[in-house]
């Protein structure tokens, strides 16, 4: 069965209670909802729900809108991947916002380049995690400084990278070498070893990594049987025969 997904177990009482009410669309919720995503970042919760909840006060009301805490709120949804929490962001920010930046036909407002040019950039990130390029974007994260400054509210952003990084490999395959495996995790030596074999519980075995076998990694054989009866192949072929009236 799978979780609900406006669940967050760390969800404090006020918020719920807001989320669950009229007060969920009323503007002057809106700090409220800014500083439990400030709340987020500092302590390694996450509260998808609420924070589309935000996205959307802020198209109901563009005057209230705080770049910081959209950026905040695309940064945390990152950790969270392959869920399609970033995509869900996005769709709730004004097309200006998500226009490229040398698009003349939709330049942004006044004020709103930052903005455009942060989501953009996040994007770019999202992009490579979903197309499991993990060693490329460890690198785009690295080289530009605005990424630095986009992550810095979200603590331990690298570590829950990491994590998130690891699950999806665990799903996928069952040994990797060990240079390809710290390119994706981006860490090396002590560390790796620390992160590989007593965080994720994986075997060192030389230069290969082995992964336990698990539900999502097995490889089974499937069998697909059709179960089509004879008198619906008689039905379609006796169709093909009549002349149209």
């Not at 406006?6 to 009410?21: C, V």
């Not at 989501?119 to 490329?136: C, E, F, I, R, T």
Request: charged share 20%.
């Amino acid at each position: 069965m799978g979780v609900p997904f406006d669940l967050a177990p760390d969800r404090p009482d006020h918020i719920d209670q807001i989320l669950n009410g009229l007060d969920r669309y009323n503007p002057e919720t809106t700090s409220v909802f800014q500083d439990y995503v400030m709340q987020q970042c500092e302590n390694q919760t996450y509260d998808c729900y609420a924070n589309l909840a935000l996205l959307k006060l802020y198209q109901f009301n563009p005057h209230l809108n705080r770049d910081e805490t959209i950026t905040n709120i695309l940064v945390k949804a990152l950790t969270v991947f392959p869920n399609p929490d970033f995509a869900l962001c996005l769709s709730l920010l004004s097309t200006h916002v998500l226009a490229p930046l040398n698009t003349s036909a939709h330049a942004p407002a006044a004020g709103d380049a930052p903005l455009s040019e942060a989501v953009q950039k996040l994007n770019v990130l999202n992009n490579l995690l979903g197309g499991a390029d993990y060693s490329a974007f460890w690198n785009t994260l690295d080289s530009d400084d605005l990424y630095a400054d986009l992550v810095a509210d979200v603590s331990g952003f690298e570590e829950l990278m990491r994590v998130r990084i690891a699950v999806t490999v665990s799903q996928s395959i069952r040994e990797v070498d060990r240079a390809i495996l710290e390119s994706w995790l981006n860490c090396r030596g002590k560390e790796f070893d620390h992160f590989v074999g007593t965080v994720c519980g994986w075997t060192l075995e030389g230069v290969k990594i082995k992964i336990p076998l698990n539900k999502e990694n097995e490889a089974k054989g499937t069998v697909v049987r059709e179960n089509v009866k004879f008198d619906q192949f008689s039905r379609v072929i006796k169709r093909s025969f009549e002349q149209p009236a």
